[in-house]
């Protein structure tokens, strides 16, 4: 069972980037809540976007991308996406893709609800 986020790089400001995680070993399918979690230098790690399962229908925007970044699932190709517009300096981080199960999980927006988490893909937003 694995999670792999790819698509991280270099932007400026005011940029767009699609960040991609693959699941391997499972079906991530509407039975899985799946989020978007990025961790910058010196803090936590942080909920960016996430969606429940389809039997609970919940979401979590952070406040500071609403409007701006939209997640994603497409299950035919067992992978989620994360598509970031308006890209500014502070979204500057680390991001992971993680899943769990319906069922397995509390809030969205924290960390210990998931039980796969890719290995991390790097965004920096500089000029």
């Known amino acids: 069972v694995q999670l792999q986020a790819s698509g991280g790089g270099l932007v400026q400001p005011g940029g767009s980037l699609r960040l991609s995680c693959s699941a391997s070993?499972?079906?991530?399918?509407?039975?899985?809540?799946i989020g978007w979690f990025r961790q910058a230098p010196g803090r936590g790690r942080e909920a960016v976007i996430c969606i429940g399962a389809s039997s609970d229908g919940s979401t979590y925007t952070a406040e500071s991308v609403k409007g701006r970044f939209t997640i994603s699932r497409d299950n035919d190709k067992n992978m989620v996406y994360l598509e970031m517009n308006s890209l500014k300096f502070e979204d500057t981080a680390v991001y992971y893709c993680?899943?769990?199960?319906?069922?397995?999980?509390?809030?969205?927006?924290?960390?210990?609800?998931?039980?796969?988490w890719g290995q991390g893909t790097l965004v920096t937003v500089s000029s």
């Open positions: 993680a899943a769990a199960l319906e069922g397995d999980y509390n809030e969205l927006w924290r960390v210990n609800s998931y039980d796969y």
């Open positions: 070993g499972f079906t991530l399918d509407d039975d899985y809540a």
